[in-house]
């Protein structure tokens, strides 16, 4: 069966076409990164301006890409949640006109769910999984006991992980959104300044970043006050692997506790480079199987929708047309039979 899934809830306009829930046909996204970089961050104004100048355009592109026709789609999926409630409208309106005109189902699905899911498109997943969910608004430690089950068992007390990366490569003067260029420095770094790790409680798979980021800071301060220009490269070094540590320390404990049999990591920061090796090489060592998507399948894209639809698809859960966007949706209430 042919799946169109639209992806529209930050500033990424995204179709995809994606046949069974698995075999990307298309996978179009186009970010309007460069009109947001002016202002240091995304202004949602803009953004559903920009998502609704586009939105028809991408859907056709889509379409040819895939080589079908617009009545060969037999359902439609959208992203109805969480996002700026602006951009998110954009994608669930025209949705819901896909689905009316050409009368299919409509499957409002879950932005967190789409980047879990990303790694279904990639390889098989094993039950129970552990996903480890980092991406610009999330920081989530979520347990699969089975297919389409969502358990948050740890998440940020404060930054994402993406947003701690955005801040503290603001801060070494990187344009937004700057993890790619921390993450470039620190690869290329040869010293390191060492920062606090956030460890919180002992028994605690909570997430605090914002420490840590205002320790950047501060350490930028004190060179600047001491009349010496701060070591970016050691700086965004230190950072780099405060946050793999911890984030990384705590998806192996919770992995042991709930005893799974498969790690998947997921959302725009699992494309750092750091990361990647380092939990590829945590997992190696206790043989534990480890998905990670390809970069453009990590950052926001409907291809990653559509894997998360299928769940629903394949249950008959079906949405009606009075679908809303909601700018805060429950993973957990979005797990499949409920
Ligand atoms: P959410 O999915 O939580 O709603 P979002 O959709 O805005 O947030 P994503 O698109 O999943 O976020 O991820 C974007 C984030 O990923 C940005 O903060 C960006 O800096 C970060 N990022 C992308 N590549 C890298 C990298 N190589 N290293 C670190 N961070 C990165
Ligand atoms: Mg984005
Ligand atoms: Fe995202």
Request: charged share 20%; net charge negative.
């Amino acid at each position: 069966y042919l799946l169109l899934a639209i992806e529209t809830s930050c500033d990424e306009t995204s179709v995809a076409v994606v046949r069974d829930g698995r075999n990307v046909l298309s996978n179009i996204i186009s970010s309007q990164i460069d009109t947001h970089r002016q202002f240091g961050g995304v202004v949602p104004e803009i953004a559903s301006r920009k998502h609704v100048e586009s939105i028809t355009i991408i859907v056709e592109e889509a379409i040819r890409e895939a080589d079908i026709s617009l009545e060969n789609i037999d359902a439609v999926a959208v992203t109805q949640g969480p996002g700026l409630i602006g951009a998110l409208l954009v994608g669930v309106v025209a949705a819901k006109s896909l689905s009316l005109a050409l009368d299919v189902p409509l499957i409002g699905t879950h932005h967190i769910a789409g980047h879990i899911y990303a790694n279904h498109l990639i390889g098989d997943i094993v039950y129970p999984a552990l996903a480890l969910v980092v991406s610009g608004g999330h920081t989530e430690l979520v347990l699969l006991e089975q297919e389409g089950k969502f358990r948050i068992i740890g998440r940020t007390r404060d930054d994402a992980v993406g947003e701690a990366y955005d801040k503290v490569a603001r801060a070494l003067q990187f344009p937004y959104p700057g993890g790619p260029y921390v993450d470039k420095l620190a690869q290329e770094a040869t010293e390191e300044v060492v920062l606090p790790r956030s460890w919180l409680e002992p028994d605690s798979y909570d997430f605090s970043f914002s420490g840590l980021k205002s320790a950047v800071l501060a350490e930028i301060n004190r060179s600047r006050m001491k009349g010496e220009s701060p070591d970016f490269s050691a700086l965004a070094r230190g950072f780099q692997n405060s946050v793999i540590d911890v984030v990384t320390v705590k998806a192996m404990k919770a992995a042991k506790e709930f005893g799974v049999k498969q790690m998947l990591l997921c959302g725009g920061v699992a494309a750092n480079k750091g990361l990647r090796e380092r939990l590829a090489s945590l997992c190696g060592d206790v043989g534990l199987p480890l998905l990670i998507p390809t970069n453009k399948l990590c950052t926001d894209n409907a291809a990653m929708i559509a894997a998360a639809a299928d769940l629903k698809w394949r249950r008959g859960e079906f949405s009606t047309l009075d679908l809303k966007a909601e700018p805060i949706l429950s993973l957990e209430d979005w797990s499949v039979g409920s």
